[in-house]
């Protein structure tokens, strides 16, 4: 009788581990392939997969077997109008059957091998060595954003924080060990007592003294107290420094009508990168949008990608405007900061030095980080000169240039590498 | 054996007067676990009560397609060790698939006690029981009779060898690294194909006590090895006597056997993966040399028991139909000019080579008892019970090949030689030729002719212990350009130099191949 087995609900991924060996060897090429990828994509495809094609010379595994030449003897079926002797033109390389082995027909073709990754291996390979920098300073900076942590029991405290449960549990058992003597003198008499009153006749005098001594010994047991400050256990809570993971970034994008619709096109794919950089890899991230022309503007995530509103260029609007969102939302000592920036280098002339002055006064010294991008391939203007300025007197500032699609990301895993403190 | 045609002429008085105590086992095309019982119970009353094949006990086990993939990728083996090759066949076997462009394989067996052959859920009851036919008692018992199988691989053994490797292959990951394992395993991938004996079982070499005795073995490996390669020799009579001594004493055939018990700088971990991957190449030696025959067989007999489970009555004539479909798509061969052609198809030749020996039993004509007299008018199952025992694809074919054969296959032989400019027909399928194209065909499957013949031939161990190895040039055929490639993971295992010397027909012997270049050495001389 044959065993039936169903094994169709047990290990479903059974080469998901020989998958990731995969992926492991080839990563170079992976994330080449990856990095290629990100800039063919349509703006708005975040959520598929993508396909890898790694050059099928690497992937081959190398035998031993025949080469070609020397003197190769086949049987085919199918013969048709051949007769023993005939001579017959040697076929192209294709279709030649004088291969022999079967092991002649491996890693000849060049084809690339190719195939499909998730969108979240993708993201992974995308993103991978990337981290928001300078995120860790500011937990161990901010030392005043504290939360209250247990931390066992104290003798002393505030009666709020009395742990009922320890201090009765410690009041009886100070009870109990002061009332032992005694409860067992007690227990001796009550014995006795029971004796003398089974005893006939009663001895009347011997009851009345040991009657007297037990209510003696009782009235002591009961003026024992209840409770007594030595019982009292309090909660005892510490102040713990309060891990502060939460960031909030700011994406200011220039939607002035000297921006083309190329340079919006790449300024959005860079902030598409940015957002899901960020909403993949922390979890507290608020993003606040802001787009700007000659006002700025708070948007939400639809707005900021899809709306054509378009004018002038002042950008110190958005910075204004920032500042203000900081200080009314976002304390310094709750949160990171960070913020980044796209924009042609255009700007109002007299604007740029009032970017600049803002920057250095209201903005830089609470940012974890400041990054900004221009988006063109000409001279630098005002704004790009004005936030070197900036550049040389703040660390955490950081400025490049993105001349065409295919700089994206290399210029994005530059201004977001993590850095090895 | 009759044909299914005329089988549908005699089937209206059948379904009215069925064959007693047998009935319709099922009309729907779904199959239950009920249902596969029932099947089971049939096929393997058929198979054993009625036509004598002699099985391991079955365990049919049902897996999703992803599985049956998984399966496909590991080579068939039901656990494999990890390794990023086996990722590779996972995508490629994918791809085929999602595109369609490869119908997956319907069934996979494992040869093992109890043989266990997976049934895809996805298949319909008819093919379900096509499968079971085909691999849980077609390939069952030719794995359980045939002589290479018998010599070679343990059926009892090699499922807790295969759990012994993962597990050991794992360890070796996390206590040197996948990076240091990969490595190794990859240049015993690429000696995969010379990791084999091929003529003579070394002896006590069962799988049975590999896990058991594999730490004594490395202990004991290493020791032979310094011994080997121990230097210091303080007398000088000594040394004289070691000077003469080869290694290896005689040409050595099996290239990872001999690294594993030779190459001076391995890790005992390490020899023990070289092992590893030879036992496994040496567990599916058989498996390579019996194509033919091993698909023939177990086509032959898929054939056979639902043809006469359709005599009994036990399945209906729109199973039949749709047995008989996928059979003709798996027997199909396409003749050498169609775009379809990728040589010869074994589940076609080794089933016509069945069938055709049965009627060569059954009912010979003149011109094959003057061919076969010793079995025609024999019991049929008793001679191909004899063929499937005692042979294997090239001798099979050398022996049982009829002329018939290869007139319906209408076998041509074609010679190319590098020196000509256009190529030979050597033999056709006529009265001159039949000889010739078998043992032409025959040949083709003879796996030394296959592969080329490389052997370990010996080792400067007083000098800078250059491992030299020979390749006995056969035909003319030079080595492949991968052998670029494979050098270095021979250099790799060896530790040092390693040469190929290429001997040509004439005995003339050239150094062909080298690794690490000389074009550095010179260099650093001068």
Redesign the interface.
């Known amino acids: 009788m044959a065993m039936i087995i169903d094994r169709r609900l047990d290990g479903r991924n059974k080469s998901a581990v020989n998958r990731q060996r995969l992926m492991r060897r080839y990563k170079q090429q992976i994330k080449k392939s990856v990095s290629d990828a990100i800039n063919k994509r349509s703006i708005t495809d975040t959520q598929s997969g993508e396909k890898i094609n790694i050059p099928a010379r690497d992937v081959k595994e190398p035998i031993i077997h025949h080469g070609r030449g020397g003197i190769h003897e086949q049987v085919h079926p199918g013969n048709k109008q051949f007769s023993q002797g005939d001579r017959v033109k040697r076929p192209e390389q294709s279709g030649q059957g004088g291969g022999g082995s079967q092991a002649s027909n491996t890693g000849e073709g060049e084809d690339d091998f190719g195939f499909e990754i998730s969108k979240e291996e993708y993201l992974d390979l995308l993103f991978e060595e990337l981290a928001l920098p300078n995120l860790v300073k500011t937990k161990v900076v901010a030392q005043s954003a504290k939360t209250l942590v247990r931390a066992g029991f104290s003798n002393t405290g505030v009666a709020s924080n009395l742990n009922l449960l320890r201090t009765m549990r410690r009041a009886k058992g100070r009870k109990i060990a002061i009332a032992s003597p005694y409860s067992k003198r007690c227990r001796e008499l009550e014995q006795l007592l029971q004796q003398e009153l089974e005893r006939k006749p009663h001895n009347e005098e011997k009851i009345k003294s040991l009657r007297e001594e037990l209510a003696l010994l009782r009235a002591r047991i009961e003026s024992i107290p209840f409770i007594d400050t030595y019982d009292l256990k309090f909660n005892q809570f510490i102040p713990q420094p309060k891990p502060i993971t939460q960031a909030v970034m700011f994406c200011i994008m220039d939607v002035s009508g000297s921006m083309s619709q190329a340079t919006k096109d790449i300024a959005k794919r860079f902030f598409i990168l940015l957002y899901l950089f960020l909403s993949r890899s922390y979890e507290r991230t608020d993003v606040v949008f802001i787009r700007h022309h000659t006002s700025a503007k708070e948007v939400d995530e639809e707005e900021f990608f899809y709306s054509r509103e378009t004018g002038g260029t002042i950008v110190s609007s958005a910075l204004k405007l920032m500042r203000d969102i900081v200080r009314d939302r976002y304390p310094t000592e709750d949160w990171n900061i960070y913020a980044a920036q796209a924009s042609d280098g255009d700007n109002w002339e007299d604007d740029s030095a009032t970017c600049r002055d803002l920057m250095i006064d209201s903005i830089m010294p609470y940012l974890q980080y400041y990054a900004y991008v221009e988006i063109h391939n000409q001279e630098h203007q005002g704004l790009w000169r004005e936030y070197e300025k900036v550049g040389e007197m703040f660390e955490t500032f950081s400025m490049k240039q993105i001349r065409d699609t295919g700089e994206i990301y290399p210029v994005f895993h530059e201004l977001f590498k993590r850095q090895d403190a | 054996m009759n044909s299914p045609g005329g089988k549908r002429s005699a089937d209206s008085k059948r379904r009215t007067d069925p064959p007693p105590g047998r009935r319709l086992l099922s009309t729907e095309s779904d199959w239950t676990?009920d249902l596969?019982?029932e099947y089971?119970?049939e096929i393997?009353r058929i198979a054993k009560e009625v036509y004598h094949l002699d099985c391991y006990?079955?365990?049919?086990?049902?897996?999703?397609s992803?599985?049956m993939?998984?399966a496909y990728?590991?080579v068939g083996m039901p656990i494999g060790y990890?390794?990023?090759?086996?990722?590779?066949q996972?995508?490629?076997t994918?791809?085929n698939y999602k595109r369609g462009q490869m119908n997956l394989a319907y069934e996979i067996v494992i040869n093992s006690n109890?043989c266990i052959a997976y049934l895809m859920?996805e298949n319909t009851m008819t093919m379900q029981a096509l499968v079971i036919a085909h691999a849980?008692y077609g390939h069952n018992s030719f794995f359980k009779g045939n002589y290479l199988f018998k010599i070679w691989t343990d059926a009892e053994a090699i499922i807790d060898y295969l759990i012994f490797a993962k597990n050991y292959v794992a360890e070796c990951e996390e206590k040197y690294g996948?990076q240091e394992v990969?490595e190794i395993l990859?240049s015993c991938?690429?000696?995969?194909?010379?990791g084999v004996d091929r003529y003579k079982r070394r002896a006590g070499e069962t799988l049975e006590d590999e896990p058991r005795v594999q730490s004594d073995r490395e202990l004991i490996l290493q020791h032979h090895v310094n011994e080997l390669w121990r230097q210091l020799n303080i007398n000088e009579p000594e040394k004289k006597e070691n000077q003469t001594k080869r290694i290896p004493p005689e040409p050595q055939e099996n290239i990872l056997y001999f690294l594993e018990k030779n190459a001076p700088l391995l890790k005992p971990w390490q020899r023990e993966i070289i092992r590893v991957v030879r036992k496994v190449a040496q567990y599916f030696y058989p498996q390579r040399q019996t194509q033919v025959m091993n698909e023939g067989w177990a086509c032959f007999w898929h054939y056979t028991i639902m043809n006469h489970m359709y005599d009994e009555g036990l399945i209906n004539d729109s199973a039949m139909l749709e047995f008989m479909h996928t059979h003709t798509n798996v027997i199909s061969?396409?003749?050498?000019?169609?775009p379809y052609?990728?040589?010869?198809n074994p589940y076609a030749l080794g089933f016509k080579m069945m069938m055709d020996i049965r009627r060569i039993c059954e009912d010979p004509t003149e011109e094959d008892l003057q061919w076969f007299p010793d079995i025609a008018h024999t019991d049929w199952r008793e001679t191909l019970d004899f063929a499937m025992r005692n042979f294997k694809d090239e001798s099979f074919i050398g022996q049982y090949l009829s002329p018939r054969l290869i007139r319906e296959?209408?076998?041509?032989?074609?010679?190319?030689?590098?020196r000509e400019?256009?190529?030979?027909?050597?033999?056709?399928?006529?009265e001159?030729?039949y000889r010739a194209?078998r043992e032409?065909?025959s040949?083709?499957y003879n796996l030394s002719n296959?592969?080329?013949n490389?052997q370990v031939f010996n080792v400067d161990h007083q000098g800078d212990r250059t491992l030299t190895l020979r390749y006995y040039?056969d035909?003319?055929?030079?080595?492949?350009?991968?052998?670029e490639?494979?050098i270095k993971?021979l250099h790799r295992l060896w530790g040092f130099k390693v040469e190929i010397e290429t001997v040509e027909e004439d005995g003339h012997t050239e150094i062909t191949h080298r690794c690490p270049k000389p074009v550095s050495e010179e260099l650093t001389i001068s």
């Open positions: 676990f596969i019982e089971n119970e393997e006990p079955v365990q049919l086990e049902l897996i999703s992803e599985q993939m998984d990728a590991s990890n390794h990023w090759s086996f990722g590779k996972f995508v490629i994918e791809k109890p859920e849980a996948i990969e990859d991938h690429a000696l995969m194909n010379f061969q396409p003749e050498f000019d169609s052609y990728s040589g010869i296959f209408r076998l041509f032989a074609v010679l190319d030689d590098d400019d256009t190529l030979g027909i050597s033999a056709i399928h006529d001159v030729g194209v032409k065909l040949a083709q296959r592969e080329p490389l040039q035909k003319n055929r030079p080595l492949s350009d991968t052998t490639e494979v993971h």
